[in-house]
């Protein structure tokens, strides 16, 4: 437990219910503010998505406990690219979701769980860890930043069924 009153621990298989709990929130979210690319999920199906997730061993995820009651939680995936004729080989690790209860924002669980995933890559001897976010997530942008996390590509869309 730490100072702040929260504990990380590895997300194991019986956790798949917990976390797509747990993405409910941040599915909403996602839900709210894009419902032209977002559809409902069933709790059923995400847990499972999960659980196909955490039986594979470039997936590495945590939750956050406050006391015995999961608060939060992040997904990270691990890739590697042969050399192509246009870039050069490559080992990284992307942070797919992160993801904190409305209570429980501000007290330093996304950024430990950050420093949790970063410290897991680089024991990988991985080079890179990247994510990506919609541009609406400015609370989730600005605490990227703070851990070190610079823009690197700007994705434009356009819909042309208007």
Not at 10 to 20: H, I, N, Q, W, Y
Not at 29 to 34: I, P, S, T
Not at 52 to 62: F, G, Q
Not at 109 to 137: C, H, P, Y
């Amino acid at each position: 437990m730490t100072d702040a009153g929260f504990q990380i621990r590895v997300a194991a298989a019986g956790d798949a219910a917990c976390l797509a709990r747990l993405n409910a929130t941040l599915h909403a979210r996602h839900l709210e503010a894009r419902p032209d690319f977002f559809k409902p999920a069933q709790l059923a199906e995400v847990a499972g998505w999960f659980q196909s997730l955490l039986d594979k061993p470039t997936t590495r995820c945590w939750l956050a406990e406050a006391g015995a009651e999961p608060v939060a939680y992040l997904l990270m995936r691990e890739y590697q690219r042969p050399e192509n004729i246009f870039c050069l080989a490559r080992h990284w690790h992307e942070i797919d979701h992160v993801g904190v209860e409305a209570p429980f924002r501000g007290r330093g669980i996304g950024r430990a769980l950050m420093q949790t995933a970063l410290a897991a890559a680089r024991a990988t001897g991985a080079k890179d860890v990247e994510l990506a976010s919609w541009s609406f997530n400015a609370e989730a942008h600005a605490m990227f930043q703070r851990c070190g996390f610079v823009p690197r590509l700007v994705r434009f869309d356009l819909s042309i069924s208007r």
